[in-house]
């Protein structure tokens, strides 16, 4: 039997008092790893996350920082390596898609801020663990990009440029890391039904619209994204690094050839 075994494993997952962040901080725990909670606004949210995981029997703590902040990043890292006893996974997966307005027509600082939290937030996190998956003498750093870090997204472009961003930041850091023991992988989720695209999926005519952009003709769910988390935050995935995984339904094969062309 294959068994994925996280067991004396220490998770720290960014963005995880909701939507996908939720469900993997939730898996990892399932799995035997010790998991920080991280959050920004919501901590209620953040701490029934951690009842929950420890109603499983489960080990967990709730940590609040702002990642568009180098020193409250340091700070996270710190405290929650100390409540740990130190850290070997890492999940960049905190992001906002930022408001659609086409370049000319939109706010610079929104841009910036989109930049802030889905690529500098993770630089930071990564630079800041580093030391501790030195220490343990191993690693692993998911980051979670999108699909469009491939496709590009009318009126998104600072979310476009920060997922292409993250995913050359992860193949940088894979070749940098790679004698260390450590591994670095980005995910690229396709349209998971979360908070993060209720609009879209809440409305009958653009879900189908959405719907029809994916080959398996539906939305993922967060555990179909958290189950890939688990793997490849495992010894399962030992020999992977410096990649992408779609985890998408399909959606960058182009589902609109299969007629016409
Ligand atoms: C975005 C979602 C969107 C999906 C597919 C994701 O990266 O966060 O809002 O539905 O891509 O376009």
Redesign the pocket.
């Known amino acids: 039997m294959i068994t994925l075994d996280l067991s004396g494993r220490r998770a720290l997952v960014t963005g995880a008092s909701g939507g996908l962040g939720q469900a993997m901080a939730e898996t990892l725990a399932q799995a035997g790893a010790q998991v920080a909670v991280h959050y920004r606004k919501g901590q209620a949210q953040a701490e029934a996350v951690v009842q929950a995981i420890k109603g499983r029997g489960g080990k967990a703590q709730a940590f609040a920082a702002d990642l568009s902040d180098l020193a409250a990043v340091e700070a996270l890292m710190h405290d929650a390596g100390a409540a740990l006893g130190g850290l070997d996974i890492l999940v960049n997966n905190a992001g906002l898609?930022g408001s659609r307005a086409e370049v000319g027509d939109d706010d610079p600082r929104h841009w910036q801020q989109v930049l802030a939290v889905d690529l500098l937030g993770p630089y930071y996190c990564a630079r800041a663990v580093l030391p501790y998956m030195a220490k343990a003498g191993r690693g692993v750093i998911i980051n979670i990009t999108?699909?469009?870090e491939f496709i590009p997204?009318e009126g998104y472009s600072a979310y476009t440029s920060a997922k292409a961003g993250l995913s050359m930041f992860t193949k940088t850091l894979a070749q940098e890391t790679a004698d260390k023991g450590i591994r670095v992988v980005a995910i690229a989720?396709?349209?998971i039904q979360t908070p993060?695209?209720q609009a879209?999926w809440g409305d009958p005519r653009s879900l189908k619209d959405?719907d029809e952009k994916i080959s398996m003709g539906r939305l993922g769910t967060p555990a179909e994204i958290a189950s890939v988390v688990a793997f490849l935050a495992s010894d399962l995935a030992s020999y992977i690094t410096g990649t992408t995984i779609a985890v998408d339904g399909g959606m960058l094969i182009y589902p609109e050839f299969r007629h016409g062309g």
């Open positions: 898609d999108s699909v469009h997204w989720p396709g349209a993060i695209n879209v959405l």
